[in-house]
Each structure stands twice: as structure tokens, then as C-alpha cells.
């Protein structure tokens, strides 16, 4: 099997975050409160719950060097938190919003986090030492929509953003004073903040789970229209792939490697993409099953309309493979995944663990160790 | 140039129309051959979603519902028709269902249970999510 662990930690978890060293998780049980676990002698026990949040809270990341907590809530704010002796103390975050914070992510550098609202808007916050507090700079233009998900590059300056409108959008986020100059690539190093860098107009319905590959040379998103996004060259031409997949839509992505990335959403059952040497992505196969394609599907990944016509062309595929009309449920997650994070040491290349949580509350581990067939794409 | 110019031609209102009507009769010719199955892909072949034009539209719609309604095998339908038609005709027998004419629905609701087996619910979901491009 795929899951290597399972727990149920609450009725439904709406986000989740690990500690530096994977012993620990944060959680929020679908309320105001922040959970963190502990694994100690086989079993998790709850050592802390941050209470500070008014409304549900909708993002929680913690930085892997910096060791804090950063947590979004539908009550509009934001709170780092800092572990001091044995507690965790919060600051507020003033973010100046007027509607719903919805996700966050802090940036490589762990110096900037940035978050994503319901008010059309995206906060990039930074800390002023001299005021000892946390600014909040918000990028007001261009989305026409929510922001349902930010994904840093890892040059610290890009930010890619999906939003309920559609669009998969990349910005500079340079601010004097944080970020050295020249510390970006070339597109970014001469841009203003708040500068949108592209806007990828793929998707005519809500756009979720921007991620970029673990160079930045690949930007990955899905739509909910049962599509998956894959972008290269993201600048001023972009080439862009999609892929029609045959079950539900997705909610979150996660890059494993360059050329594999891991899905999952209302279909309760991981989904694995792979491009092969041409760089063409293709559906694999779900991961909560032993059952291998005979053939990679060739539907929907269009280059272009020539491609289209090549693959066409192609008869054997999953659309032909045996049909289960509704597959039972029975699968390690039994609702909505809408959560994947990397389970990395420091210095792998390669994420081989990752965790998914949902609203089945549950938080499984998945090891992609002994699955062969997934290995052959790393 | 002159390929230019018939771009331009061939976006127009009349000219699709003109277009149509052309595969209309091509479609008569191959039903009458008794191919079903290339008559429905000559009429999902370029019919233009992104067209605003609402007599474009009803004219398209009448082509591909006549091509539909000669499908007599379903299985075979499948056996033949490439993924890439799977989208298209879903959003085309959406707007047949949505007639609520009698025998256009029993028709349509048999591809619609094999199309469904073949293309999963993400192809249904295509359909329900487009808003921009309305057949």
C-alpha cells in the first residue's frame, strides 16, 4: 500500500502543517482552534491548541527553519506565532482585509509569508524590526475574484496565485528594504511589487493549487472543470499543457519531482501525473489502488490542435480500460482531500513521503517507496 | 493576404452559416451511405462554441441534432468516436436533453449513459462548468 499511516485526528480538518523535524502537526478541526499533535511511543497526543482565531481557520504553514506558525482565519486575520519555553505566543498580523483570509504560505526565505482572500486581494507580509510587527503590503489589482491559492518560487521574489475567476496570475512581490536586489531571476529582479508578471487565462471555471516544480521552471494548477493545468516557460510566452481528467476535479497538487505530480481532491483518491521525455503530462493512475494503465491516457493533454489530432489517433488508453461506474468508497479517505504537503528531509531532490488531510479528518502519510511503476517517471 | 481576407470572411455570421449549410448537405450524403458515426463527427468537427451569434448557434445545433438522432448502434457509436469529440458532444446532448422533446431525449439519454461510462464524470463537469463557451 500506498499509505504507510492513517490517523483520525477530528470530524473534518480543514488544513494542516508539520513541524521541521515531521514530529509534530498542526491542525485545524473545521473550528477557530489550531490543534497540534505530537507523535511520541506509537500514538499522536495533542500538546497544544492555539485559541486566538474568532472564525474557521482556513491556512496554517509552518516555516521549516524559522520554526514558526503562520494561521489565516475566516475572522479576516492573521497570527504568527513564535514558540517561547513551552508556549506558543501569537502576534497579530493586521492585514487590513475585509473579507475572508484563505490560504498562507511563508516564502523559501521564511523572511515574507503571503495570503490569499476572499476581498480580491493578496497580503504580502514582512517583519519590521524596528517596529517589531508585521507589515502587510496588499496587491489590490488584477484579481477579479477570490484567491484560493498562492505558491512562492523558489527565488523568494515570484508569486503564483489561482483565484475563483479563473486565472492563474504571477507577480514580483520585490520589497526594498527585504529582499537584497538582483536576488531574483532576470524577469523579476527589475519588476515593482505588485507587477504581474503573467496571467494564464486556461480555465473558464475556479482555479485552485498553484504550485511550481522544485526548480520554478514548471507551474502547476487545477480547474473545476476536471482539468489540470501545466505551465513552462512562465514569462512573457508561456506554453502551456492542459489535461482533461476523467473523474472529479481536484483541489491541491504537489510537485514530487520535476516530472511527477501528485493531485487530489473530490475524488478521495490521490491522482499521479507524469510527463514523459518529450515533456508531454499524462494521467498515470490513482494512487489508492494496485490497478496499473495499460497505456498512460492520451486524451485531453493538448498542446496544440495538432497534437490534438495525433492523439486522436490513439485507441488504447483508460477511457477503454474496464469501467467502474462508481467506484465504492472503502479507499483510505472516505471525503474531499484538500491538502497535500511534501514530507521532505533537507537536501532530498525528490519528495517520496507526503501527507493529504480532508473533510473526512483524517491525515494519511503516503510513501511512494515501493510503488515501482510511479519511480520509473521520478 | 488573400488568406487573411477569408479569416476575416469566415468569421462572419453569414459566412458560418454558408459553412454549415455545406456540412449539412455532406451530412445528408453520408447518412444516406449509412455512416452514422462520420456524419456526427463531420457535424461536432468545427462547430464553433466561441460563435455569440445565436443564429449560428440554432443552425449548428439543428446539424449536429439531425446527425445525433441517425446514430442507431450506441455501442458502435463508441468503438469508432475519438476522446477528442467526447466534450464537444456532451455539451450537445445537454442542450438536446433541455428540449424536453420526447424522442430527442430518449435518444439522448442512451449515448448520454455510454458517453458517461466512457468519459467519466469529469466530461459532465466540462459541460457544467463552461459558462463562456455555449454551444
Same mark, same amino acid.
Given at each position: 500500500?500506498?499509505a504507510?499511516?492513517?490517523?483520525?485526528?477530528?470530524?473534518?480538518?480543514t488544513?494542516?502543517?508539520?513541524?521541521?523535524?515531521?514530529?509534530?502537526?498542526?491542525?485545524?478541526?473545521?473550528?477557530?482552534?489550531?490543534?497540534?499533535?505530537?507523535?511520541?511511543?506509537?500514538?499522536?497526543?495533542?500538546?497544544?491548541?492555539?485559541?486566538?482565531?474568532?472564525?474557521?481557520?482556513?491556512?496554517?504553514?509552518?516555516?521549516?527553519?524559522?520554526?514558526?506558525?503562520?494561521?489565516?482565519?475566516?475572522?479576516?486575520?492573521?497570527?504568527?506565532?513564535?514558540?517561547?519555553?513551552?508556549?506558543?505566543?501569537?502576534?497579530?498580523?493586521?492585514?487590513?482585509?475585509?473579507?475572508?483570509?484563505?490560504?498562507?504560505?511563508?516564502?523559501?526565505?521564511?523572511?515574507?509569508?503571503?495570503?490569499?482572500?476572499?476581498?480580491?486581494?493578496?497580503?504580502?507580509?514582512?517583519?519590521?524590526?524596528?517596529?517589531?510587527?508585521?507589515?502587510?503590503?496588499?496587491?489590490?489589482?488584477?484579481?477579479?475574484?477570490?484567491?484560493?491559492?498562492?505558491?512562492?518560487?523558489?527565488?523568494?521574489?515570484?508569486?503564483?496565485?489561482?483565484?475563483?475567476?479563473?486565472?492563474?496570475?504571477?507577480?514580483?512581490?520585490?520589497?526594498?528594504?527585504?529582499?537584497?536586489?538582483? /536576488?531574483?531571476?532576470?524577469?523579476?529582479?527589475?519588476?515593482?511589487?505588485?507587477e504581474?508578471?503573467?496571467?494564464?487565462?486556461?480555465?473558464?471555471?475556479?482555479?485552485?493549487?498553484?504550485?511550481?516544480?522544485?526548480?520554478?521552471?514548471?507551474?502547476?494548477?487545477?480547474?473545476?472543470?476536471?482539468?489540470?493545468?501545466?505551465?513552462?516557460?512562465?514569462?512573457?510566452?508561456?506554453?502551456?499543457?492542459?489535461?482533461?481528467?476523467?473523474?472529479?476535479?481536484?483541489?491541491?497538487?504537489?510537485?514530487? /519531482?520535476?516530472?511527477?505530480?501528485?493531485?487530489?481532491g473530490?475524488?478521495?483518491?490521490?491522482?499521479?501525473?507524469?510527463?514523459?521525455?518529450?515533456?508531454?503530462?499524462?494521467?498515470?493512475?490513482?494512487?489508492?489502488?494496485?490497478?496499473?494503465?495499460?497505456?498512460?491516457?492520451?486524451?485531453?493533454s493538448?498542446?496544440?490542435?495538432a497534437?490534438?489530432?495525433?492523439?486522436?489517433?490513439?485507441?488504447?488508453?483508460?477511457?477503454?480500460?474496464?469501467?467502474?461506474?462508481?467506484?465504492?468508497?472503502?479507499?483510505?479517505h472516505?471525503?474531499?482531500?484538500?491538502?497535500?504537503?511534501?514530507?521532505?528531509?533537507?537536501?532530498?531532490?525528490?519528495?517520496k513521503?507526503?501527507?493529504?488531510?480532508?473533510?473526512?479528518?483524517?491525515?494519511?502519510?503516503?510513501?511512494l517507496?515501493?510503488?515501482?511503476?510511479?519511480?520509473?517517471?521520478? | 493576404?488573400?488568406?487573411?481576407?477569408?479569416?476575416?470572411?469566415?468569421?462572419?455570421?453569414?459566412?458560418?452559416?454558408?459553412?454549415?449549410?455545406?456540412?449539412?448537405?455532406?451530412?445528408?450524403?453520408?447518412?444516406?451511405?449509412?455512416?452514422?458515426?462520420?456524419a456526427?463527427?463531420?457535424?461536432?468537427?468545427? /462547430?464553433?462554441?466561441?460563435?455569440?451569434?445565436?443564429?449560428?448557434?440554432?443552425?449548428?445545433?439543428?446539424?449536429?441534432?439531425?446527425?445525433?438522432?441517425?446514430?442507431?448502434?450506441?455501442?458502435?457509436?463508441?468503438?469508432?468516436?475519438?476522446?477528442?469529440?467526447?466534450?464537444?458532444?456532451?455539451?450537445y446532448?445537454?442542450?438536446?436533453?433541455?428540449?424536453?422533446?420526447?424522442?430527442?431525449?430518449?435518444?439522448f439519454?442512451?449515448?448520454?449513459?455510454?458517453?458517461?461510462?466512457?468519459?467519466?464524470?469529469?466530461?459532465?463537469?466540462?459541460?457544467?462548468?463552461?459558462?463562456?463557451?455555449?454551444?
Amino acid at each position: 500500500m500506498a499509505a504507510v499511516s492513517v490517523h483520525q485526528f477530528a470530524q473534518c480538518i480543514t488544513c494542516h502543517a508539520w513541524s521541521p523535524d515531521h514530529t509534530m502537526v498542526a491542525l485545524c478541526p473545521n473550528n477557530n482552534e489550531v490543534h497540534i499533535y505530537r507523535y511520541s511511543l506509537d500514538k499522536w497526543e495533542k500538546i497544544h491548541v492555539l485559541q486566538k482565531h474568532d472564525q474557521i481557520v482556513s491556512g496554517i504553514d509552518w516555516s521549516s527553519m524559522s520554526n514558526r506558525i503562520v494561521t489565516v482565519s475566516h475572522d479576516r486575520n492573521s497570527y504568527v506565532w513564535n514558540q517561547e519555553a513551552s508556549e506558543w505566543v501569537p502576534t497579530l498580523v493586521i492585514l487590513r482585509l475585509n473579507r475572508a483570509a484563505l490560504c498562507v504560505q511563508w516564502s523559501p526565505k521564511e523572511n515574507k509569508f503571503a495570503v490569499g482572500s476572499g476581498a480580491k486581494t493578496v497580503c504580502i507580509c514582512y517583519y519590521e524590526q524596528e517596529n517589531n510587527w508585521w507589515v502587510s503590503k496588499l496587491i489590490r489589482k488584477k484579481h477579479n475574484s477570490s484567491v484560493t491559492g498562492v505558491a512562492w518560487h523558489p527565488n523568494n521574489i515570484l508569486l503564483a496565485t489561482t483565484s475563483t475567476d479563473g486565472k492563474c496570475r504571477v507577480f514580483s512581490t520585490f520589497i526594498k528594504g527585504v529582499d537584497p536586489r538582483g /536576488s531574483g531571476t532576470s524577469v523579476s529582479s527589475d519588476s515593482k511589487f505588485g507587477e504581474q508578471i503573467v496571467q494564464l487565462d486556461l480555465s473558464f471555471s475556479w482555479a485552485f493549487g498553484v504550485k511550481w516544480s522544485p526548480s520554478g521552471n514548471t507551474l502547476a494548477y487545477v480547474g473545476h472543470n476536471s482539468m489540470i493545468y501545466f505551465v513552462d516557460d512562465v514569462g512573457p510566452s508561456p506554453l502551456a499543457q492542459n489535461v482533461a481528467i476523467r473523474d472529479l476535479p481536484l483541489r491541491d497538487v504537489l510537485f514530487v /519531482s520535476e516530472r511527477v505530480v501528485i493531485g487530489v481532491g473530490f475524488d478521495c483518491n490521490p491522482m499521479v501525473f507524469a510527463a514523459d521525455e518529450t515533456g508531454i503530462w499524462s494521467f498515470v493512475r490513482f494512487l489508492d489502488e494496485r490497478k496499473i494503465s495499460s497505456s498512460t491516457s492520451k486524451y485531453g493533454s493538448q498542446f496544440s490542435e495538432a497534437f490534438g489530432k495525433l492523439y486522436g489517433q490513439t485507441k488504447q488508453g483508460f477511457w477503454n480500460d474496464a469501467i467502474e461506474p462508481s467506484r465504492p468508497r472503502g479507499g483510505v479517505h472516505e471525503n474531499c482531500i484538500n491538502c497535500i504537503l511534501p514530507l521532505k528531509k533537507a537536501g532530498d531532490a525528490i519528495v517520496k513521503r507526503f501527507s493529504t488531510s480532508g473533510l473526512d479528518g483524517k491525515v494519511v502519510i503516503w510513501d511512494l517507496e515501493n510503488q515501482t511503476d510511479i519511480s520509473s517517471y521520478l | 493576404m488573400v488568406e487573411q481576407e477569408e479569416l476575416v470572411e469566415a468569421d462572419s455570421p453569414e459566412a458560418i452559416i454558408i459553412a454549415i449549410e455545406n456540412k449539412s448537405r455532406k451530412i445528408d450524403t453520408l447518412l444516406k451511405q449509412s455512416k452514422p458515426v462520420e456524419a456526427l463527427k463531420t457535424a461536432l468537427e468545427g /462547430s464553433p462554441p466561441k460563435i455569440k451569434d445565436e443564429r449560428c448557434k440554432s443552425a449548428s445545433w439543428i446539424v449536429v441534432h439531425r446527425a445525433m438522432m441517425g446514430i442507431k448502434d450506441v455501442d458502435g457509436l463508441f468503438s469508432s468516436l475519438e476522446p477528442e469529440y467526447y466534450d464537444i458532444l456532451m455539451k450537445y446532448l445537454y442542450r438536446g436533453l433541455a428540449t424536453g422533446d420526447r424522442p430527442t431525449c430518449d435518444q439522448f439519454l442512451r449515448i448520454h449513459e455510454k458517453l458517461t461510462e466512457k468519459a467519466g464524470l469529469g466530461c459532465i463537469l466540462r459541460y457544467l462548468a463552461d459558462t463562456v463557451n455555449i454551444i
